[in-house]
């Protein structure tokens, strides 16, 4: 998934399920950080402390294998069920770490952040979640079975969809995997976004015992998607999804609150220094070079509580999946 699910549908499943708009954008925000937080800083604490953070995205598909196995299967690419119907391939091969919708291990990853009532750890576990959709049937890791056919996709390393690039995160995109037996080769995205959604939203209203109102939400999620799109039609999928997202503002403006994601929000209300930008769109930044130091009250920031809550997510996470990834001999993270 992108943004518009991470950040815009996940804001709207959360209002209407019951959450309170400032309770929603810490989840959507935090859903979508998941993507964003690709920098690893080290910021001096008022007591001279340094703090560092973990990260739960990396851009560059390259880094090293230990570091993507611990980024990409616990928080983009994690591990369903093999034998799903829903991953059949033509050559026949299963993979224990194969994403699969809405497994068992999602689900009890999803509910176990919501025992302390951390909305941070909640957005968190609401972007792996979503991804389990978007993201099925690849596999978080360097490996042959994510590999496409065609001459562009031999120059790509094969771990989790690089091949296929942007295609299984584009809502309304209508795409051809060959990997897969025929039955299941065309994928229709927006179908899964619905289905991503139907289920992102049940697991809300279970926290919040709010009445159910899935019929009006789907409805405004399918209007907003809107028409389909072919892979021929790719050009198309940049403007598209920025009329989507003025869309879900005018919709977030009908429920009277705001959808307005800044990546750089969260970090600049917690530190000292300002963020220096260019054209108000690219950040230029070296974590290495750059020193930042922390404002006082930083502890209750909502960057340094995002940033406990992943920690605590990975920690956990990785405990969950420990006994799978012993039998594939993944020993180092």
């Not at 925000?29 to 990260?55: H, K, R």
């Not at 026949?92 to 009532?117: C, R, V, W």
């Not at 697991?203 to 919040?208: A, E, K, R």
């Not at 998607?225 to 919709?251: H, M, V």
Request: proline share 4%; net charge negative; hydrophobic share 35%.
């Amino acid at each position: 998934m992108n943004i518009e699910f991470h950040y815009y549908i996940t804001k709207y499943l959360a209002i209407k399920a019951g959450f309170d708009k400032d309770e929603s954008e810490i989840i959507a925000y935090s859903s979508q950080l998941v993507d964003d937080n690709s920098f690893q800083f080290s910021i001096e604490t008022p007591e001279g402390i340094a703090y560092e953070n973990y990260i739960s995205q990396t851009k560059n598909i390259t880094k090293p294998l230990k570091k993507l196995l611990r980024i990409y299967l616990l928080f983009h690419f994690l591990p369903g069920n093999p034998t799903s119907s829903k991953v059949r391939r033509l050559d026949g091969k299963m993979h224990l770490l194969m994403t699969s919708p809405a497994s068992s291990y999602s689900q009890e990853i999803f509910f176990e952040s919501t025992k302390n009532d951390n909305l941070f750890s909640l957005g968190i576990a609401s972007h792996m979640l979503a991804d389990t959709f978007s993201h099925q049937n690849f596999v978080g890791t360097f490996d042959e079975i994510n590999a496409l056919n065609g001459v562009w996709e031999t120059l790509i390393p094969n771990i989790g969809h690089a091949d296929a690039g942007y295609k299984p995160d584009i809502p309304n995109l209508i795409w051809f995997d060959p990997r897969l037996i025929e039955e299941n080769q065309t994928i229709n995205n927006k179908e899964r976004v619905l289905f991503a959604a139907k289920k992102l939203y049940s697991n809300y209203l279970f926290l919040t015992s709010f009445p159910n109102n899935w019929s009006e939400v789907k409805q405004n999620i399918s209007n907003i998607i809107g028409d389909s799109i072919t892979e021929t039609q790719l050009p198309l999928a940049k403007k598209q999804q920025n009329e989507r997202i003025e869309k879900f503002k005018s919709l977030f403006n009908e429920l009277e609150t705001e959808a307005v994601y800044d990546k750089y929000s969260w970090f600049s209300k917690a530190v000292k220094q300002k963020i220096k930008l260019l054209d108000d769109k690219k950040f230029i930044l070296d974590p290495v070079k750059d020193k930042f130091s922390f404002k006082e009250d930083y502890e209750k920031s909502d960057w340094y509580n995002f940033q406990e809550a992943v920690k605590i997510y990975q920690k956990s996470t990785t405990s969950k999946l420990a006994p799978l990834l012993a039998q594939i001999e993944i020993r180092e993270w």
